[in-house]
């Protein structure tokens, strides 16, 4: 079993839908946790952290559930310019595992 | 945010010669920078983690001899890819953490071994 698992996707969603992204992690050591979105051929940028409280940006929001070692990435309002493949990351001790990535388009 | 570096942005090489990459980071010191492949179409895999002043730990199954990690500074790590082969071409991207846990990416660099 992976270290961290995501939602194999792709989801393909008209502007405006709401989207939800799914990830769980087997080590219940694990400390810190964010999610990361990559645009084609670019590198990884932060988009958020998860916190237990959950914690929204905009139109994203993220929680996390320690119990059930799940974290999740809620997208309201989906802009074209949403899509990119969204890593979920979590960190054990300094060190990042990174999920394998679900893919998101946003159509007109 | 902070801003990482890496330098070259893509590189072509012929078979067994070796290829630097180096990975800075701009406004601020980082201790640790990570490397990290990848593959079309699948996830970053953690290659080693650099450490200033140290040596870098490796992950299982990163060639270190073949993978020359120096962290000379709180601001630069290089990669360097010794005798590359085809198999090597990828994707390679750093990282360097700023605070306790939060990273932050360079540009990646793509190299492609013919």
């Known amino acids: 079993r992976k270290e961290v698992e995501q939602d194999p996707g792709p989801f393909n969603v008209p502007e405006g839908a709401t989207v939800a992204f799914n990830c769980t992690y087997s080590?219940?050591?694990?400390?810190?946790f964010f999610w990361y979105r990559q645009d084609c051929r670019k590198e990884p940028k932060l988009l958020m952290s998860?916190?237990?409280s959950g914690n929204e940006d905009g139109r994203f929001t993220a929680q996390l559930n320690r119990a059930s070692q799940y974290i999740s990435l809620l997208i309201r309002d989906s802009k074209l310019s949403d899509s990119a493949t969204y890593l979920c990351?979590?960190?054990?001790?300094?060190?990042?595992?990174f999920g394998d990535g679900t893919t998101l388009t946003v159509k007109p | 945010g902070a801003v990482v570096s890496q330098h070259p942005s893509w590189v072509i090489c012929k078979s067994g010669t070796s290829v630097k990459i180096e990975c800075r980071s701009l406004?601020?010191?980082?201790?640790?920078m990570f490397w990290y492949r990848q593959f079309p179409k699948q996830s970053l895999m953690l290659m080693a983690t650099?450490?200033?002043?140290?040596?870098?730990?490796?992950e299982q199954g990163v060639e270190k001899d073949k993978f020359l990690i120096n962290h000379a500074s709180l601001t630069l790590s290089t990669l360097t890819v010794t005798s590359a082969h085809p198999e090597d071409s990828s994707f390679y991207i750093c990282?360097?953490?700023?605070?306790?846990?939060?990273?932050?990416f360079g540009p990646g660099t793509r190299l492609t071994v013919l």
């Open positions: 990282s360097a953490r700023k605070g306790s846990d939060t990273q932050y």
């Open positions: 080590n219940s050591a694990s400390q810190s």
């Open positions: 998860v916190y237990s």
């Open positions: 990351v979590v960190n054990v001790s300094g060190k990042s595992t």
């Open positions: 406004d601020f010191q980082a201790t640790t």
């Open positions: 650099s450490n200033e002043g140290s040596k870098a730990t490796y």
